[in-house]
């Protein structure tokens, strides 16, 4: 086979697309592969956390320092006095398809300082529901078990109107009267109880997720791109597809009726 034409400028050009096309989708696929990663081992983190026995919130969440990644969802329990002025609720928060708010309120410990405790769902359609409407907590001292979760990062946790999208410790300072633990705990246990409950927030999901199968895809992409090229790179080579030939003329003329 002649393949003196790979060398003409549109050949050229066309292999480095090919190349491009194929270094990029090798990148993505490990791309795709290093999260896979990632999130088996926030998974596991996360499973030996929650197989811990409860901590003190004071050894978790610390008013200094952000939350390591490696210690959220570490069981916590904590003591002290909710702080309902503090109150405020996260939107747009749904359960099983059912709209609704998170609602959290800051807890004042022993030692003065404070840390959130999301206090859990409670379904509502109305759009401008607000802490005033959210059910009060305990009266008087509580006792709280849950999850340490560090802060959500982004522009969506600023609190306007009682309500923020996002919690974020660092957009409630201005809601306590002392220092802010940074981070927050999700409720999943608080004595004494209140009537209304509020719906406590789901076990983490420990899957791995569609990572893998994205990355097998991004590589799978890249080889079917490298073998099309070569497939078109063999058919210029043999000429391509070349029209079937007439069938030769008997040499009779058609007889006229």
């Known amino acids: 086979m002649r393949l003196g034409f790979l060398l003409s400028r549109r050949w050229v050009l066309f292999f480095a697309a090919v190349l491009l096309m194929a270094w990029g989708a090798v990148r993505l696929g490990e791309w795709q592969f290093h999260r896979l990663h990632d999130r088996e081992q926030r998974n596991a983190w996360t499973e030996r956390n929650l197989a811990a026995s409860p901590a003190p919130v004071a050894d978790v969440l610390s008013v200094d320092a952000p939350l390591p990644e490696s210690r959220e969802f570490r069981r916590v329990t904590a003591s002290g006095t909710y702080d309902a002025a503090g109150t405020f609720v996260v939107r747009y928060q749904t359960r099983d398809g059912d709209g609704g708010v998170d609602v959290v309120t800051p807890l004042r410990l022993d030692d003065g300082s404070y840390v959130l405790v999301d206090r859990g769902w409670t379904a509502t359609q109305d759009p401008g529901f607000g802490p005033d409407d959210a059910p009060n907590p305990p009266a008087g001292r509580v006792q709280v078990t849950g999850w340490a979760r560090a802060d959500s990062t982004g522009d969506k946790t600023g609190i306007t109107g009682g309500s923020t999208r996002e919690v ?36 983490p999901d420990l899957g791995d997720g569609p990572h893998l199968f994205y990355g097998i895809q991004w590589w799978f992409f890249g080889a079917l791109a490298v073998g099309g090229f070569g497939y078109l790179v063999w058919d210029e080579a043999r000429g391509g597809q070349r029209p079937r030939r007439k069938p030769p003329s008997t040499g009779r003329a058609t007889p006229v009726t």
């Open 168 to 203: 974020s410790s660092r957009a409630a300072t201005d809601r306590v009267d002392g220092p802010l633990r940074q981070g927050f705990v999700d409720l999943q246990r608080e004595t004494p109880t209140v009537t209304p409950a509020l719906v406590p927030v789901d076990k």
